[in-house]
């Protein structure tokens, strides 16, 4: 069970977009459409951003976005708001049934 | 109100246990799959422990594998997470999260969750 791959940090100004990638193998991220995205301010629980590799919980706004090709899984938030810098997480279904979470990126907004 | 709220963590020695409790209200508990997800402070998440809505099967992360347990009981509407043989490595917040019922690996509530130290 390692975890997914995720950039350490990266920024943005506000109004730019930026993307946020999560490799894993076949055995996870590349083999099941079970890839859900969380936002964790300081001190406070994950929330549900993205599930289920494109879809948005109600409530999220639909400046997040994901997708997925081969075994990467991105994030990409648009119109970036100062409110939008935080810790994200990626996480995925495994074939043995198991789940696993990216190492997390720190998102600054410059 | 629907939520999580976990208890029973605490500061233990090495080699210790510590049994930690998650108590769900305003939704119905059965229905839904359950997790734990540690993190150690200044860390990242990772995943602990899955159980199914009927309590079966339950799966676990390598690095606590015959080392915790996890149960719930459905009529209580409670999840429960029994840790044994614990480590300093153990250490950290510890989230029970739900699983959306109709999406999988959909983390869509959490607890605010409970710290648990271990430490000689």
């Known amino acids: 069970q390692s975890a997914l791959t995720q950039p350490a940090s990266v920024s943005g100004s506000p109004g730019q977009s930026i993307t946020i990638s999560c490799t894993g193998t076949?055995?996870?991220?590349?083999?099941?459409?079970?890839v859900s995205w969380y936002q964790q301010h300081p001190g406070k629980a994950p929330k549900l951003m993205i599930y289920e590799v494109t879809n948005r919980p109600s409530g999220v706004s639909d400046r997040f976005s994901g997708s997925k090709s081969d075994n990467t899984a991105s994030l990409t938030i648009s119109g970036l708001q100062a409110e939008d810098e935080a810790d994200y997480y990626c996480?995925?279904?495994?074939?043995?049934?198991?789940?696993?979470f990216g190492g997390g990126t720190r998102l600054t907004v410059l | 109100e629907v939520q999580l709220a976990e208890s029973g963590g605490g500061m233990v020695q090495p080699g210790g246990s510590l049994r930690l409790s998650c108590a769900a209200s305003g939704f119905t508990f059965s229905n839904h799959e359950m997790n734990w997800v540690r993190q150690a402070p200044g860390e990242g998440l990772e995943w602990v422990s899955f159980i199914s809505g009927s309590g079966y099967p339950m799966y676990y992360a390598d690095s606590v594998k015959g080392r915790f347990t996890v149960s719930r009981d459905n009529a209580k509407n409670s999840l429960f997470l029994h840790m044994t043989s614990l480590r300093s490595e153990d250490t950290g917040f510890y989230f029970c999260?739900?699983?959306?019922?109709?999406?999988?690996?959909?983390?869509?509530?959490w607890g605010q969750g409970t710290l648990v130290a271990v430490s000689s």
């Open positions: 996480s995925s279904f495994t074939s043995s049934g198991c789940r696993v």
């Open positions: 076949n055995s996870d991220v590349g083999g099941y459409n079970y």
């Open positions: 999260a739900r699983e959306d019922d109709t999406a999988m690996v959909a983390f869509d509530l």
